[in-house]
Each structure stands twice: as C-alpha cells, then as structure tokens.
C-alpha cells in the first residue's frame, strides 16, 4: 500500500486484501492495484467530509489534509471544530460502509473472473 493516511485505520480491506494478491499477477499489478484501492478510499473520504463541511471551510479542510493526511488530531480537531463532535464517528462509519462496498465490488468481479475462467474464456481485467 502507499503513504499511511488516516483512513487506513478505518478501513478494513483483509479479504480485498486476499484477493488482490491471489488475482494479480506481478508485484506490480499488485500495487497498481492497492494504489487504485488507496487513491479510491481517500477520494470517497474527501468526498464524504466535503459534503458534511460548509463550503467556506472546503479549502482550510483540503489545506489540513493535505500537510498532514495522516494526522487524525489535526485533521478530525479542525473537523470538530467546524461541523461538531459527531463528525468523527459519522466519518467513521461511512469509511466502514465503503470497505464494504469496495469489498462487494471486489467480490463480484472476481466471481465474474471465476466465472469466465470456468466456461474457458480469458478473464476480464
């Protein structure tokens, strides 16, 4: 995986995990495939605090998380401080909802590989 972010504490990918490693065929499919995974979670992040935060503090918040993106006191500090102490726990579950989902997508293609692997086809990538 890459450069350690807050949200990897959150995000739970142990069965992605798995199954990226089974399905990928060199070690750099492999973290070509964690970056996409990393690159995903910090995007639905982002996405999901910019739409808890009023629009003035978009850039303050983007300037934080930027510098320190793995500082969970400076990043979920100015969060509280602009939107309330819920903050954290709201962004907390919904890192949990898109481990879950990424883990269903996950799953479903790779039982779409299975699949086409079964009736002799090449997988799809």
Known sequence: MTKQLITDKYVKLE???RLIKDNSSSVEEREENWQ???EIVNYKFVESVLDRLPEEHHGGFLEIY???PN??????GFLEEKVGK??????KKE????SSEMLD????????????QS??????K
């Not at 500082?71 to 979920?76: A, G, L, M, R």
């Not at 997508?105 to 086409?116: M, Q, R, V, Y």
């Open 36 to 38: 996409t995974v990393d």
């Open 71 to 76: 500082d969970e006191t400076v990043v979920f």
């Open 86 to 91: 819920d903050i954290k726990d709201d962004l």
């Open 66 to 68: 930027t510098k320190s």
């Open 95 to 98: 890192l949990e909802k898109i």
């Open 15 to 17: 069965k992605a995990e």
């Open 119 to 124: 009736e002799g086809k090449p997988p799809v």
């Open 105 to 116: 997508g996950f799953l479903s293609n790779d039982e779409t590989t299975l699949e086409t």
